[in-house]
C-alpha cells in the first residue's frame, strides 16, 4: 500500500520562475493538506483540499501561491514568480475520513530551492 | 503567536533510559493531540496520539501524557534506542473547529547515544 508520494523531491528555481509541486496521497485519501517547514520551524498550515474543492486556504500567501486537486490526477502547489524566501520544504498529507480522523499521513516532501 | 510550544530544542540521553519530550499549548480548543517523528530529508511519521478525554496513551514504547489543566503534554519513550535519535513534533488539533489543519511545535531533536 504506496503512501503518500510527492515529486519533485528536490527543486531549484531562479527567482520569478514558476515552481510547480506535487502530490499522490494515499489510496482511498480524498483530503489532502499542504504544510510549508521553513528552516529552523515547524510545519505550518498552508491548504486543505478535497477533490475538485479548497476546503481552507486561511495559511496559503494571497498572492503568487495557487493549490488545486483535480477530479483526475495529483494535487498540485503552484507558487509563481518565486522569491528567495520562499526557499522551504514543502509536505503534502492526506487522510481518508472527513471528521474523527485526525491523523493526517505526510509524503517525503519537496524541497525547494530558490537561488 | 505560537499556540503549540517545544521549549527544548534538543534531547540527548543514554541508550535504554527513558526519553521524556515535553510540549505545552495555550489554545483551550485544542482537543486531540499526536506527536511525529521525523528524519531528516524525509516527511513526518505519525507516532502516537491522545485524545482529550483522556490522560494516557500506551503503544509499545511510546506513552503520551496529557495534563490539560496545566496545557501540557508529554511523550515517554522507554527504554530509548539508537534508532529514537530523529526530531520529534508535537502536534494539536481542533476537532470543532471549521478547519482541519494541524499546528504544531517547532519540535526537539532527540539523541540516542549507544
Known amino acids: 500500500n504506496a503512501g503518500v508520494m510527492q515529486n519533485p523531491r528536490h527543486l531549484v528555481r531562479r527567482r520569478g520562475q514558476e515552481a510547480r509541486l506535487r502530490c499522490s496521497p494515499m489510496?482511498?485519501?480524498?483530503?489532502v493538506y499542504w504544510y510549508r517547514q521553513l528552516p529552523e520551524e515547524g510545519l505550518k498550515f498552508m491548504v486543505y483540499?478535497?477533490?475538485?474543492?479548497?476546503?481552507?486556504e486561511s495559511g496559503m500567501p494571497k498572492e503568487r501561491f495557487s493549490a488545486e486537486f483535480p477530479k483526475e490526477g495529483p494535487s498540485i502547489l503552484r507558487i509563481q514568480q518565486v522569491v528567495r524566501g520562499d526557499s522551504a520544504a514543502y509536505f503534502c498529507?492526506?487522510?481518508?475520513?472527513?471528521?474523527?480522523?485526525?491523523?493526517?499521513?505526510f509524503g517525503p516532501g519537496t524541497r525547494l530551492t530558490v537561488t | 503567536d505560537q499556540q503549540v510550544k517545544q521549549n527544548s530544542p534538543s534531547l540527548s540521553v543514554q541508550e535504554g533510559r527513558i526519553s521524556i519530550l515535553n510540549c505545552d499549548y495555550t489554545n483551550s480548543m485544542f482537543d486531540y493531540f499526536l506527536w511525529y517523528k521525523k528524519y531528516p530529508a524525509e516527511g513526518p511519521t505519525f507516532l502516537i496520539s491522545i485524545s482529550s478525554i483522556k490522560d494516557k496513551n500506551e503503544d509499545g514504547r511510546f506513552t503520551v501524557f496529557l495534563n490539560k489543566s496545566a496545557k501540557h503534554l508529554s511523550l515517554h519513550i522507554v527504554p530509548s534506542q539508537p534508532g529514537d535519535s530523529a526530531v520529534y513534533f508535537c502536534?494539536?488539533?481542533?476537532?470543532?473547529?471549521?478547519?482541519?489543519?494541524?499546528?504544531f511545535g517547532k519540535g526537539t531533536l532527540l539523541t540516542v547515544n549507544p
Open positions: 483540499l478535497q477533490k475538485e474543492n479548497i476546503i481552507d
Open positions: 498529507a492526506s487522510s481518508m475520513r472527513d471528521r474523527g480522523d485526525y491523523e493526517q499521513y
Open positions: 489510496k482511498g485519501h480524498s483530503h
Open positions: 502536534a494539536a488539533f481542533d476537532s470543532g473547529g471549521s478547519n482541519y489543519k494541524l499546528t
